[in-house]
């Protein structure tokens, strides 16, 4: 689960006038109220669900960018164009480190991983993970300075075998302003695992990146709609669906030909797929172990899933929905873009892992009510879970203290020099009787449009 986030010097985020990051935190306040909204293991309450509201251009969704920049570089390298995105509100930004880091709870156990890049020179600057405890006595597991070509690994990794090991990977890099640790440590290492378990939480970090860091843009299907296949899900399915007014009164599996998925695939992308399935086909043959494969194709308007048995023989399916008493079937692509998004955001509500969701502009694309219904719905199936969920919105309406806690709500803003800062309404300590929707669309937490007047008003 995330604790903490913290950036510096990336996009619109600069440093505080004290040097520090902005943080953005999932650490509960001091509310008292509803607290099954809350993951609390003994030592730490965590919250589940927090709303980043805001103006356009305010920098909400550059908290989403931060946080997908941060999992995209230890996952994959420094991505294309990152050379220009420093904070340029400040020419000394271009040359000053850029500043990530996480806190999160990995099984019983809580971990600090981040780093400092230098953007325009695509150079790391330094590297560090920890273990947090009690009364700052954080127990270090690893870091780097890189500039100055130091490395250390805590005690529990300095066992007959592994310290020699690590030691040389890290030499190899020592001076390499290009690579991070994390990344290199989790490349073609799966024997180093398995023949050295006190270096497990390395690769629990980066799995957690992986697997339980799941980031999305209005732009990119949240779901690939894979769980409406799983047999288990269906009543489930049923339930939420109908809980949406959405008239959908039930969906079919059905199958067609595989020439009609090849046909829905964008022209640039057919010659891809099909030479990628040859590989697939390909690999399964040379593997004895395979007995088959699927394929699943999600596109804005179009769901298949392609089964390949071991003598290539092709099964393809697809979902229709029914509408009402009839049972007549319409295709995903007849379907409103609410019901599309909200069949999207089911994938949240039948997780069971786990996971912390991240989800710009949850609202697009759903009436007022049904935004409200999905997050209402959320907080209760994750009383029974450790999902998370981080969103940034517009709706006011979800401001309302019968439906969220006052630290669930956050506001990101721009001061005079086009500088977001993040902040909490718990930092206003608002009464619980006041209609917090309309205080915040008249301006009184920030976060919200400064119109001027373009054509002047003639009077009389």
């Not at 270090?140 to 490395?151: E, K, Q, V």
């Not at 990977?169 to 290009?178: H, L, S, T, V, W």
């Not at 393809?316 to 319409?330: A, D, E, N, P, Y």
């Not at 086009?418 to 309404?425: K, R, V």
């Amino acid at each position: 689960m995330l604790i903490r986030f913290n950036v510096k010097n990336y996009l619109s985020f600069s440093a505080r006038e004290d040097g520090s990051t902005e943080e953005f935190s999932m650490i509960a306040g001091k509310v008292r109220s509803k607290k099954e909204h809350l993951y609390d293991d003994g030592n730490i309450k965590l919250l589940k669900f927090a709303a980043v509201y805001g103006a356009n251009a305010s920098g909400k969704s550059n908290l989403v960018k931060a946080m997908d920049f941060m999992r995209q570089t230890v996952l994959m390298g420094l991505p294309d164009g990152c050379t220009s995105q420093y904070c340029r509100m400040k020419e000394e930004n271009k040359n000053l480190p850029s500043y990530f880091e996480v806190e999160i709870k990995l099984g019983n156990r809580y971990y600090t991983y981040g780093f400092e890049v230098i953007l325009s020179l695509k150079h790391f600057v330094s590297e560090w993970l920890y273990e947090l405890k009690a009364n700052n006595n954080d127990k270090l597991i690893f870091s780097r300075d890189i500039d100055n070509t130091t490395f250390d690994f805590g005690s529990d990794l300095k066992v007959e075998g592994l310290w020699n090991k690590l030691t040389n990977y890290a030499e190899d890099i020592q001076d390499d302003g290009n690579v991070l640790l994390l990344s290199l440590l989790n490349q073609n290492k799966k024997n180093l695992y398995q023949q050295y378990r006190e270096i497990a939480v390395i690769q629990d970090v980066f799995e957690w990146f992986k697997s339980q860091l799941d980031i999305n843009f209005p732009n990119r299907p949240i779901s690939d709609y894979s769980y409406m296949v799983r047999k288990d899900n269906i009543e489930e399915i049923y339930r939420i669906i109908s809980a949406f007014g959405t008239g959908i009164t039930g969906f079919e599996i059905i199958e067609v030909s595989p020439d009609k998925m090849v046909a829905a695939l964008p022209d640039p992308v057919k010659p891809i797929f099909l030479n990628n399935l040859e590989k697939h086909i390909t690999e399964m043959k040379q593997n004895a172990s395979l007995n088959g494969f699927s394929v699943v194709m999600r596109g804005s308007q179009a769901f298949f899933v392609l089964e390949v048995s071991k003598d290539e023989e092709m099964n393809c399916k697809t979902i229709q929905f029914s509408h009402g008493s009839r049972k007549v079937l319409f295709e995903l692509g007849e379907e409103s873009d609410g019901t599309l998004r909200l069949l999207d955001l089911l994938e949240v509500l039948l997780c069971k892992e786990g996971k912390t969701y991240v989800i710009d502009e949850v609202d697009r694309c759903l009436h007022p009510s049904l935004t409200y219904k999905f997050i209402e719905i959320f907080l209760q199936i994750a009383e029974q879970n450790g999902v998370q969920l981080i969103v940034t919105t517009h709706e006011s309406r979800l401001m309302d203290f019968d439906l969220l806690r006052r630290d669930e709500i956050w506001f990101v803003d721009k001061n005079n020099s086009g500088e977001s800062n993040i902040y909490s309404l718990e930092e206003y300590n608002a009464r619980f009787d006041q209609k917090i929707d309309k205080a915040y669309l008249e301006g009184r937490y920030g976060g919200v449009p400064i119109f001027s007047t373009v054509f002047p008003i003639k009077e009389g």
